[in-house]
């Protein structure tokens, strides 16, 4: 790069004060206050041309210059130029830069442009390319996604009227501008994480980044250094091997290539598509589709290929493989207290956690077939997905001792126990669960008429069993009162003779209810 020169009559002060005046360097740099390097440069140039003082005085300023500062040749008109798109297009694979073209670029041709002569030219030609196609994006890296602000009216069938708004998911591959568009029901998460997963599956491939705004369902926090990504965002990306990147507030250029995606999509989708009538998402996405395809193989303006062959050839081979299986959808319920009862609520169904953890909190990931609880980022339960509202799902290993014992006791085994004692505690014990709304709630009476079986010995506890019966007193307290006032050794009153009621014409046999 040439030095920076001085006015032409600056040149002169600079002569007059060294060669008339004797001054030097240093001094007349200070007093003209310029750089020394500058003014050594003009007096070796005006030593190379053979200058003195006093300067002739025809000598005009332009010819002084023409003296001091000659024109350089011009440059050969038969200088090979690169094929710039193609340089264009190969600033998107990863590592290829200007520096290793121009290595290329000279390699062929030897005496061709210079290194900054090379950079200064394609500058030059990346300021006539497209916005949308100036940006240099690395080959497989990026995905930007978005929703536009318009919708897609969903039709009733039946009615005519409108079902509701779908709205448009739009993603582009920063390299080859690449798009994907689906119709979703709503901006909510399981529609988001789906849009993904399908992009993934179109483009048969995943990339390295994916470039998000800060909607709610992608982002539960934003920040403009730290955002909180959602959980099942996170874990779908963790997934398929992906960073999630949102971008900061407010600032559009950090996801230009979404903008321009979705400003595609209003422009060659939604406005293409305003005339017609949808009744399921599924017949507005077969629309949405071979649209996507035609914006995809549609030839570029300024540079050579469509989107697609783009893709193939730059996007697709960068970008990494599917996993084996896609992203099964899943939601997550973070911080939960657990209960005493050490059961967690998800969808109003409670499912058991280990009792240790009590007054602890976890986390609750739920997918369409399996809940599991975790806590401290370690997986403590693991259950099958239960419907039932109100329902509770408890493994034995999760209850302390005495639940589990109790738990292992059913109506049958109760009274198959009682049969030891005899036929008429275990009749006492059968009465008593069934008159309870739940056998369970009976459990507790018939421990205790056990315990004082064992207590006051068999033939006691039969004779109560058989008074408490007698009498319909069908509790605890009512069998250990007989045994505490021995009422079990007294003989069992006499039945009362109940006198059948005379016929009679105005009372109505059992046949009349028939």
């Not at 041709?109 to 210079?114: I, L």
């Not at 017609?276 to 649209?291: G, V």
């Not at 007054?359 to 599991?372: F, I, N, P, S």
Request: proline content about 6%; charged content about 25%.
């Amino acid at each position: 790069m040439p030095r920076p020169r001085l006015a032409m009559r600056n040149v002169r002060e600079v002569l007059r004060l060294s060669l008339d005046q004797g001054l030097s360097v240093r001094d007349v740099a200070a007093s003209l206050g310029v750089a020394r390097s500058t003014v050594s440069d003009h007096l070796r140039r005006s030593e190379k041309a053979g200058l003195s003082w006093p300067l002739p005085d025809d000598l005009s300023d332009s010819a002084l210059e023409q003296l001091l500062f000659p024109r350089p040749p011009p440059a050969s008109a038969s200088r090979p130029l690169p094929d710039w798109k193609e340089v264009h297009k190969e600033l998107r694979r990863k590592g290829v830069t200007l520096m290793l073209l121009w290595l290329e670029y000279r390699e062929q041709n030897p005496d061709g442009y210079g290194y900054s002569q090379f950079c200064y030219r394609y500058q030059q030609f990346s300021s006539t390319v497209d916005v949308v196609m100036r940006q240099e994006h690395r080959a497989g890296e990026k995905f930007f996604v978005d929703f536009p602000g318009q919708t897609l009216s969903i039709y009733d069938r039946k009615t005519g009227a409108v079902n509701f708004e779908a709205e448009l998911f739009v993603g582009v591959l920063g390299a080859s501008n690449y798009l994907y568009a689906e119709a979703v029901r709503s901006q909510d998460l399981a529609s988001w994480i789906g849009a993904h997963v399908h992009a993934f599956s179109f483009f048969q491939s995943v990339p390295r980044i994916i470039v998000c705004d800060n909607l709610r369902s992608g982002v539960t926090r934003s920040h403009r250094y730290e955002p909180d990504v959602n959980a099942t965002y996170s874990e779908m990306a963790a997934h398929y091997g992906v960073a999630v990147m949102p971008t900061r507030a407010y600032k559009p250029r950090d996801k230009a290539k979404a903008e321009a995606g979705v400003l595609l999509a209003e422009r060659w989708i939604l406005a293409r598509l305003r005339n017609r009538r949808f009744y399921s998402l599924h017949e507005a996405n077969q629309a949405i589709s071979e649209l996507v395809q035609a914006i995809n193989n549609r030839p570029f303006k300024k540079l050579a290929g469509t989107r697609r062959s783009l893709f193939l050839e730059l996007d697709r081979p960068a970008m990494k493989p599917l996993p084996d299986r896609p992203y099964e959808f899943s939601s997550w319920k973070l911080g939960r207290k657990v209960p005493p009862n050490y059961h967690v609520d998800y969808d109003e169904h409670f499912y058991s956690v280990p009792y240790q953890l009590v007054g602890r909190r976890v986390d609750v990931r739920a997918t369409a077939q399996m809940l599991e609880v975790f806590c401290a980022h370690e997986r403590v339960a693991s259950h099958v997905r239960s419907y039932k509202k109100g329902g509770y799902t408890t493994l034995a290993a999760h209850m302390p001792e005495r639940h589990r014992r109790l738990a292992e006791w059913t109506p049958e085994r109760l009274v198959a126990w009682a049969k030891h004692t005899g036929p008429a505690t275990a009749e006492l014990v059968d009465a008593i669960m069934a008159s309870r709304a739940h056998p369970e709630q009976g459990f507790r009476s018939c421990f205790g008429i056990m315990r004082l079986a064992s207590k006051h010995g068999t033939a006691r506890m039969e004779a109560a069993a058989v008074r408490a019966l007698s009498a319909r007193a069908l509790s605890y307290k009512s069998v250990e009162s007989i045994l505490r006032h021995n009422l079990d050794a007294q003989p069992l009153p006499a039945p009362r003779n109940i006198r059948p009621h005379r016929a009679h014409d105005n009372l109505r046999g059992p046949s009349y209810y028939k």
